[in-house]
T-cell receptor, first 112, second 115 residues
Framework: KNQVEQSPQSLIILEGKNCTLQCNYTVSPFSNLRWYKQDTGRGPVSLTIMTFSENTKSNGRYTATLDADTKQSSLHITASQLSDSASYICVVSAANAGKSTFGDGTTLTVKP | GAGVSQSPRYKVAKRGQDVALRCDPISGHVSLFWYQQALGQGPEFLTYFQNEAQLDKSGLPSDRFFAERPEGSVSTLKIQRTQQEDSAVYLC?????????????FGPGTRLTVT
């Protein structure tokens, strides 16, 4: 069964600090991995997408990494801001599949 | 350009009532997905359409759940005889194609509370 596991479940950091969120998956055959940001009461918004051949992708202060051999990804947030407080969801898609597998997300709280 | 819209945003139903949730995708998007998201969890796949064809409904939890997209645009998710375990946020997403390589654009969701 395709699965996506995220850690930690929740995280609290001070404004300006960096943090790293983890994602492990068992989806096969692998097609791509996305990180989404979901603000409270809103739908998820895509931050990055990586395919098998990519091992890093940046979007502003967000940098995602992918190790397809160990089936692990991380999302690093630099110089956190209060607006970064949200749930970050890892989503993995299998090749030739219409649907994707979502993780349960990491809830990040940035405090002043 | 308008994004994905969903209505109503909030719905309270008494147990046993039927509900209908509407999704207006981005114009021209051929694929439309429905997800159920429980509090503190990620979205769980329910079903998806390519144009008007429902290609996968394997995530629908019971035969009380029914989705349609008759003209390949607006979609409705209907839940009959609602139960308390149906309480969740129902998310709709659309994309320009089918498959994980196409970005899904999500609506704000409908929060359903069954009392």
């Amino acid at each position: 069964k395709n699965q996506v596991e995220q850690s930690p479940q929740s995280l609290i950091i001070l404004e300006g600090k960096n943090c790293t969120l983890q994602c492990n998956y068992t989806v096969s055959p692998f097609s791509n991995l996305r990180w989404y940001k979901q603000d409270t009461g809103r739908g998820p918004v895509s931050l990055t997408i990586m395919t098998f051949s990519e091992n890093t992708k940046s979007n502003g202060r967000y940098t995602a990494t992918l190790d397809a051999d160990t089936k692990q990804s991380s999302l690093h947030i630099t110089a956190s801001q209060l607006s970064d407080s949200a749930s970050y969801i890892c989503v993995v898609s299998a090749a030739n599949a219409g649907k994707s597998t979502f993780g349960d997300g990491t809830t990040l709280t940035v405090k002043p | 350009g308008a994004g994905v819209s969903q209505s109503p945003r909030y719905k309270v139903a008494k147990r046993g009532q039927d509900v209908a949730l509407r999704c207006d995708p981005i114009s021209g998007h051929v694929s439309l997905f429905w997800y159920q998201q429980a509090l503190g969890q990620g979205p769980e796949f329910l079903t998806y359409f390519q144009n008007e064809a429902q290609l996968d409904k394997s995530g629908l939890p019971s035969d009380r759940f029914f989705a349609e997209r008759p003209e390949g645009s607006v979609s409705t998710l209907k839940i009959q005889r609602t139960q308390q375990e149906d309480s969740a946020v129902y998310l709709c997403a659309s994309s320009t194609g089918t498959g994980g390589s196409y970005e899904q654009y999500f609506g704000p969701g409908t929060r359903l509370t069954v009392t």
